[in-house]
């Protein structure tokens, strides 16, 4: 698997962090940014990330700011791409199960380095069930195709 992985100033030590819990699970990686706790906007990293996932160019991504929120939202307003905050192992496990979400977004300021990793080994090691689920993400696809968005 190889993904992209980004964050702003709030989320860069993390981002640096988390590098080796990737490695540990044999996630190869593109770092998009920022390489500095310098103050950047989010949006820039969100969407090299989101369009790396939606041009095929990676997998998935990783994305990491204060709270994770602005992230995710740059993130989808991307087309191909299902960014979800997670906080704990359960709601990115079911991010994966339940809705296929394509990029992780993670909340630097309200969960510690290990819980990060906890989450990322999760997000990154859980599948799609498809099944009664497949249908209700190809009602998000279809919301794309209308452009309503």
Not at 76 to 93: C, L, P, T
């Amino acid at each position: 698997m190889k993904i992209a992985i980004g964050a702003d100033h709030a989320g860069f030590e993390e981002k640096e962090s988390i590098k080796s819990t990737l490695d540990a699970l044999g996630i190869e990686f593109i770092d998009f940014g920022t390489m500095s706790a310098d103050s950047v906007d989010y949006p820039d990293f969100a969407r090299k990330v989101a369009e790396a996932v939606a041009n095929g160019e990676v997998d998935k991504g990783l994305l990491m700011c204060g709270s994770g929120t602005g992230m995710a939202i740059s993130a989808n307003k991307v087309k191909g791409v299902r960014a979800a905050v997670a906080w704990n192992d359960d709601i990115a496990r079911l991010a994966r199960q339940h809705n296929n979400a394509n990029v992780l977004a993670l909340p630097a300021r309200f969960a510690s380095k290990d819980e990060m990793a906890s989450i990322v080994k999760a997000f990154f090691t859980t599948d799609f069930e498809g099944g009664r689920h497949a249908p209700r993400v190809d009602k998000i696809s279809q919301i794309e195709r209308d452009d309503l968005c």
